[in-house]
Antibody
Framework: QVQLVQSGAEVKKPGASVKVSCKAS????????LHWVRQAPGQRLEWMGW????????KYSQRFQGRVTIFRDTSASTAYMELSSLRSEDTAVFYC?????????????WGQGTLVTVSS | EVVLTQSPATLSLSPGERATLSCRAS??????VVWYQQKPGQVPRLLMY???SRATGIPDRFSGSGYGTDFTLTISSLEPEDFAVYYC?????????FGGGTKVEIK
């Protein structure tokens, strides 16, 4: 079965960077896109960016442009999201989610989420 | 970017009742709207992958409609497991955007 398993919770200081991993299993890793979505406390889901399955091209939300990098290690079937220059407003749960077959912008499977707390 | 506005913010209903959730887009997104369900402490679950197409394994008490800017998710008869927050998402334009959610709570 499809599984996306994310790395554990992080606590970071303002100005630092965080890297969250997302290990995929149960499907061919390079056949599907992976998206990253942020959910701050009490806020709506917010799309951050994605990495294309076949060619590893990336696209980012303008809101995070310059601060977010998404990349992958195909040998480990793992995608990563790195967010830099953290501020308190970045405190949130970060999800990876798979883009569906034939509809890569439908998020059909989600990781369990990684809580990132930014605090001095 | 396309702004999605969901209403109402909270819907208080009893099991067996019909739930009607609305999602309005700031510009036309054709029928390319997705719906998710999220229960407390859980990850979002895909319900509808277009305005009217159910995802695999989703019961037929869930249905969707709409085109352009106005969309509706209907739950024909609420089961206890349906009390959750529902989000719409548009996938016509970048960036992908989500609505603010409708919480369906037990009355």
């Amino acid at each position: 079965q499809v599984q996306l398993v994310q790395s554990g919770a992080e606590v970071k200081k303002p100005g630092a960077s965080v890297k969250v991993s997302c290990k995929a299993s149960g499907y061919t890793f390079t056949s599907y896109a992976l998206h990253w979505v942020r959910q701050a406390p009490g806020q709506r889901l917010e799309w951050m960016g994605w990495i294309n399955g076949d060619n590893a091209n990336t696209k980012y939300s303008q809101r995070f442009q310059g601060r977010v990098t998404i990349f992958r290690d195909t040998s480990a079937s793992t995608a990563y999201m790195e967010l830099s220059s953290l501020r308190s407003e970045d405190t949130a749960v970060f999800y990876c989610a798979r883009g569906g077959v034939g509809a890569t912008t439908v998020l059909d499977y989600w990781g369990q989420g990684t809580l990132v707390t930014v605090s001095s | 970017e396309v702004v999605l506005t969901q209403s109402p913010a909270t819907l208080s209903l009893s099991p067996g009742e019909r739930a009607t959730l609305s999602c309005r887009a700031s510009q036309s997104v054709n029928n390319i709207v997705v719906w998710y369900q999220q229960k407390p402490g859980q990850v979002p679950r895909l319900l509808m992958y277009t305005a009217s197409s159910r995802a695999t394994g989703i019961p037929d008490r869930f249905s969707g409609s709409g085109y352009g800017t106005d969309f509706t998710l209907t739950i024909s008869s609420l089961e206890p497991e349906d009390f959750a927050v529902y989000y719409c998402q548009q996938r016509k334009d970048w960036p992908l955007t989500f609505g603010g959610g409708t919480k369906v709570e037990i009355k």
